[in-house]
């Protein structure tokens, strides 16, 4: 790995100096100037490779070739490795050769030094991975994937990658986008007799994929247990600072699961395990973006055991506590993200809320045997961003989920997948950009995730 | 991790009994009745829990219990491990518990022990996963991803999650889907004074993403060296084994590449080792489906080196060899797959064409300053599938792109971002499909992923 590592690269990343290297070692780094001081005798360089959160700092002699150099400029420079007095290492150069000018004086957004809103940087989104914050958030969304990897693998879950353009509207929310060729042409080329026009290319109404889990369980019945890390979509006109209309979901499917609390504790060492791996792998990143977003670096959920409650027992907190709660009860809609938060303060631990009204869930979830008005349904509340994850048993009964009366028509192929050999099944979905808002404390979704799509706004 | 494992699956998995099982241990499986033998004392069971290709045999004595055991039916068994007389380990059960019925007759498409046509199988695609070349081939696909990722980790590069509606079509080809909300409800509530009706969610046409390089591209000019691999969508009206409307793309973006031939060596070393991983996790499955594909195990080109050619030498070369083609060689628009496989063939080995005529090339790629008719760019021809990589060096200078005649209007931020700090860069992109077409061998393109969108079909 060092070979092909050093073969395409000649250079030592920032990110591994501080790791790999020692007192006086010779080596070479590129980077652009993040910040430029000149003293009497030596001139300090800032660079930014994209690999830290951390400048580094690099002294070249004063002489006239540095004195061009300009904050925004790449650089390579050539040197020794020496301890700076607050500690750091830093590289005293004897070459420093500029790669590319910086030109931050010809339109270039964002001033050296300044913090900008985020609402700013936003509207300069092809240029943000230069903004430390943003950059700091993509390599711990990265590592944060690659934990998940990692983990699921370890488990034997086969990850599945289930289809964005599918026939159904697995939420029946109808908040979906629909996909059809853009050239006319095509569509009349491939016209057909009895399908309507725009239609032609798959024979039927197409959308963008709302979740995968119907087509998860579909593989799991083959498989075993998989999951899916993959974009979902939903055509909500809603500015929150918690939804996208494009954005990942993580969702898993469980082979044999026959107890809705076996799903609490699978997904509470899961994520209390995942958040351990980017604790180790990100922590200077992630302390960075917290402390970025005025947030704490404590997670405290992730030493303690954490709560099961069911619906019932949560819905007699919040009624008792009424007037500390900003909104109504509803006994038809499920809780506010204030009465989540509430139920998260006051049981001083994440919680997960079971056993829910039936007439409050999909489908598919499994209808309790002794009380029909519930299911085996559970949502996770968490600190900051109230509800992470949705999860149920199936129901696994042919007749029962075919009889249900929000069953929707051609999804006979669901139904089927229990005829033949059925196996209790059941899983949960997880908003990612939730979930890294929940460990880096940012704000708002449109930070967590590379290129943000929302109503009005679709950039580049 | 064993802990977690044992406490949501009371059971061993088939592929784990082989490696970390011994003669005497007593122990649990669970899983589906592939087939069942009577003899006189003994009833033999071949289980399939989905982990592996190979099927697990276990050994009950016949009494009432097992004789009314069917094959599709779901059971748990708990016994001993015994070495049965082939060498293999198998289950001698004292306890077998049914715990679903098969109902294999009633309209089960695929009869056990028959092997069915692929086109056949695609037919039933929900319950295709119970076909064990297909589960295998999910298998392998699962363990290529995470051999990418692995790899792609180790050498520091930030996975990116690129969208998937853009307003962008890169590729500038017209064959793109065109991605709105359903509901004419919303499109009306969201309207804006001259916005078009249909584009009002987003304020602008909005496409599925046909690659995600022009976004990595301006994730590469903040953190380095960036990659993707995600779905990508063409509109195309293609029955041809290698194409979907849906597939995925493994996509990289190098920081400060200067040459073409360190990206040729990149991707060569990298298709090696992931290979070379997905060899090691996945050899049963892999061999599993290469017998039922009717294709060699053989891979040579892991073992030798790649040849790097011109476009000018290999036009040579097909020119010289004009009666062995069945295809007319054209001056205006590449290679056919027939001539690309004669190329291979005749080096022996795995070709990067480089340095192509620059009017067959999009505008994004760089110019060889000494010949403004060949830009920098590769394509890797492989045995079987023919092409499967596409790369280049990126124009980096902002004027030469801009005065490009096939600069896409609206694209000034893709210019933008060598504007400020610019640095060389280059990428490329790989059929993710294409190669698991590649190393299983599998013929139609439709059979390496799990639900397969193409012209006329779109199901689940």
């Known amino acids: 790995m060092l070979l092909i590592r050093r073969f395409y690269c000649s250079s030592q990343r920032i990110s591994h100096i501080a790791k790999s290297n020692k007192r006086g070692d010779s080596l070479g780094i590129r980077g652009w100037i993040k910040n430029i001081r000149r003293l009497k005798n030596n001139t300090f360089l800032d660079i930014d490779d994209g690999s830290s959160s951390s400048r580094f700092q690099v002294v070249v002699p004063r002489n006239p070739e540095t004195q061009n150099l300009t904050p925004g400029s790449v650089i390579s420079a050539v040197g020794e490795i020496q301890v700076a007095p607050n500690g750091n290492f830093e590289l005293h150069a004897d070459r420093v050769e500029s790669l590319a000018e910086g030109h931050l004086q010809d339109g270039y957004p964002f001033t050296p030094k300044q913090k900008h809103a985020p609402e700013y940087v936003r509207e300069h989104l092809h240029l943000r991975s230069r903004v430390d914050y943003v950059a700091a958030q993509m390599r711990i969304r990265h590592k ?8 699921m693998d370890e488990l034997d879950f086969v990850q599945i990658n289930t289809p964005l353009m599918t026939t159904n509207d697995c ?119 917290q402390r970025n977003a005025n947030a704490s670096s404590d997670l405290p959920w992730l030493t303690v055991p954490w709560t099961i409650m069911s619906y019932d ?42 056993d829910w009204p039936t007439q409050q869930k999909p489908f598919y979830m499994k209808i309790t045997r002794n009380n029909p008005d519930r299911v085996h349904a559970l949502d996770l509340l968490m600190p900051a961003v109230g509800e992470l994850c949705g999860g149920s048993l199936r129901e696994s009964d042919a007749a029962t989920l075919s009889s249900h009366p929000q069953f929707p028509k051609d999804l006979s192929w669901y139904v089927d997948l229990r005829k033949y050999g059925g196996i209790p099944t059941g899983g949960f979905g997880m908003g990612f950009e939730r979930y890294l808002q929940l460990v880096t404390g940012v704000k708002n979704i449109r930070d967590v995730i590379p290129f943000p799509r929302y109503p009005h706004s679709c950039k580049m």
Chains 1, 2 share one sequence.
């Not at 998989?226 to 055509?235: D, K, S, V």
């Not at 109504?328 to 009465?339: A, M, N, R, W, Y």
Request: glycine fraction near 4%.
């Open 144 to 151: 944060a994937q690659k934990a998940i990897h990692d983990y």
């Open 171 to 289: 939420e029946g929310a109808g908040e979906v986008f629909r996909v059809q060729p853009d050239s006319e042409e095509l569509l009349k080329q491939m016209a057909r007799p009895n399908v309507p026009a725009e239609q032609s290319y798959f024979d039927s109404k197409v959308f963008l994929s709302v979740s995968g889990q119907l087509h998860l369980e579909a593989m799991t019945y083959g498989l075993g247990n998989t999951y899916c890390l993959a974009p979902a979509f939903r055509a909500e006109n809603s500015k929150s600072p918690l939804h996208l209309a494009e954005f990942y979901m993580f969702e898993a499917e469980l082979a044999h699961l026959d107890e809705l609390e076996k799903l609490a504790k699978f997904i509470e060492q899961m994520l209390k395990s995942i958040t351990n791996r980017v604790l180790e792998t990100s922590s200077e990143d992630l302390h960075f973006c």
């Open 313 to 354: 027992d949560a819905l007699h907190v919040l009624q008792a506590n009424k007037e500390s709660l900003k909104t109504p009860i509803s006994l038809d809609e499920g809780f506010t993200k204030d009465q989540e938060l509430f139920l998260v303060s006051h049981c001083g631990t994440p919680v997960f809320v079971v």
